[in-house]
């Protein structure tokens, strides 16, 4: 199994908005009872390509519609780039990107606990990951 983690760079930092977060950190995970996380390695997300990156929180709102295609797309396109894991761990994720995420088959884990970095928080999730 899989799992992805918006972070906000090597020091994998979590994200607090997944649609607005520079890079995955992608994990293998294994194990039954005692699950273990290994590290994958970083993916840019394409979605913000270009942009400066700084950490939207979770307050931030995405007012976009259905009706902006050209949204709805970038949602779409970085969801193709975590499209192989079977989670997306979020603090905060917009309908568009819940609902791109869910096209692929990629569900979403909400996180609401005080842990900062991906690693930590993926062991405090770990009896969520069926």
């Given at each position: 199994?899989?799992?992805?983690?918006?972070?906000?760079?090597?020091?994998?930092?979590?994200?607090?908005?997944?649609?607005?977060?520079?890079?995955?950190?992608?994990?293998?995970?294994?194990?039954?009872?005692?699950?273990?996380?290994?590290?994958?390695?970083?993916?840019?997300?394409?979605?913000?390509?270009?942009?400066?990156?700084?950490?939207?929180?979770?307050?931030?709102?995405?007012?976009?519609?259905?009706?902006?295609?050209?949204?709805?797309?970038?949602?779409?396109?970085?969801?193709?780039?975590?499209?192989?894991?079977?989670?997306?761990?979020?603090?905060?994720?917009c309908?568009?990107?819940?609902?791109?995420m869910?096209n692929?088959?990629v569900?979403?884990?909400?996180?609401?606990?005080h842990?900062?970095?991906?690693?930590?928080?993926?062991?405090?999730?770990?009896?969520?990951?069926?």
């Amino acid at each position: 199994m899989k799992i992805a983690v918006p972070v906000m760079g090597e020091n994998l930092k979590i994200a607090g908005n997944a649609g607005h977060t520079p890079y995955f950190a992608v994990y293998a995970m294994s194990g039954g009872m005692f699950r273990s996380f290994v590290f994958e390695g970083l993916r840019a997300n394409p979605k913000v390509a270009g942009e400066d990156h700084h950490d939207h929180d979770e307050h931030h709102t995405c007012d976009h519609d259905e009706g902006d295609i050209e949204h709805i797309k970038a949602h779409d396109t970085m969801a193709e780039a975590i499209e192989d894991c079977d989670y997306l761990v979020v603090k905060s994720a917009c309908k568009n990107t819940a609902r791109s995420m869910g096209n692929l088959g990629v569900k979403l884990q909400k996180y609401n606990g005080h842990e900062i970095l991906a690693p930590k928080i993926l062991t405090e999730l770990a009896p969520q990951f069926k």
